[in-house]
């Protein structure tokens, strides 16, 4: 899911200028997606409050592979063909100003976008917007679920540590793919990603919690001791563990 986030927010701008002859108005969408963004993760962090978050986990990536697989169809609603084949990139850019000959004539450009390209374009995007921000703000609570309070907040740490291969897995893969299948591809092979985590969310507990520390572990080194990551046991607290283990010891406590 952060892949498909990461993807998204790097080429939604330039997908829309393949079609949309207004700069400014990408400009004003892409401003309007920080509120999606916010009120994305109440709402998802709020399911996850009132069910779970195999729950909420599994309606964001539903969610995301529906509106990021058909993100390219709003490329076709109300576009002209003729304009549509024959704009380049130059002219979408240079869209917000006045073309001005040598002459000082107005030069009239006959291809305007359509109000209903720019709403169903600025809807996708401020849906998936809406979307994907529900990782960011329920994995801090599933991963102190998980591995405890202890641990939760170091292993979150290392959680989105996938942020540097999924960096380099869009720098690197989306070029090619753009230039075998062009945008269309991109969005499928993401929303590829998003089955993918939904497959592997559907085999998530439903509530997680933390298993019972192992007795005996072959990394209980000092140095991952200080990082948090492990607790070697002393004398005291193995002396201890055995009288707990002892259920003569146990009733005698008791």
């Known amino acids: 899911v952060v892949l498909i986030s990461n993807c998204v927010a790097a080429f939604y701008k330039s997908f829309g200028l393949t079609f949309i002859k207004d700069d400014r108005f990408l400009s004003i969408v892409g401003a309007v997606t920080s509120v999606f963004n916010c009120t994305g993760r109440l709402f998802y962090g709020l399911i996850m409050d009132k069910s779970a978050y195999k729950v909420a986990m599994c309606i964001e990536s539903t969610l995301l592979i529906i509106l990021v697989s058909t993100f390219y169809l709003t490329s076709y609603i109300g576009v002209d063909p003729d304009c549509f084949e024959t704009t380049t990139a130059l002219d979408l850019v240079n869209s917000t100003t006045a073309n001005i000959t040598l002459d000082d004539s107005p030069v009239i450009d006959t291809c305007v976008t359509a109000l209903s390209t720019k709403v169903a374009y600025a809807v996708w995007v401020w849906a998936i ?67 993918l985590a939904l497959v592997i969310t559907c085999f998530y507990p439903y509530r997680p919690r933390p298993g019972p520390r192992p007795t005996e572990s072959w990394c209980l080194f000092p ?32």
Request: include cysteine; glycine fraction near 12%; charged fraction near 15%.
């Open 129 to 195: 917007f809406f979307t994907f921000p529900g990782t960011y703000s329920t994995q801090p609570a599933v991963t102190t679920q998980t591995f405890g309070h202890k641990y939760g907040g170091f292993i979150y740490a290392f959680l989105f540590s996938c942020d540097i291969i999924n960096n380099l897995m869009v720098a690197t893969m989306s070029r090619a793919i753009k230039e075998a299948y062009g945008y269309l591809g991109i969005f499928l092979t993401i929303s590829g990603f998003g089955v």
């Open 223 to 254: 140095s991952l001791e200080k990082l948090g990551l492990v607790e070697i046991p002393r004398g005291d607290d193995q002396n201890n563990g055995r009288e707990t283990k002892n259920p003569e010891l146990r009733t005698t406590r008791m």
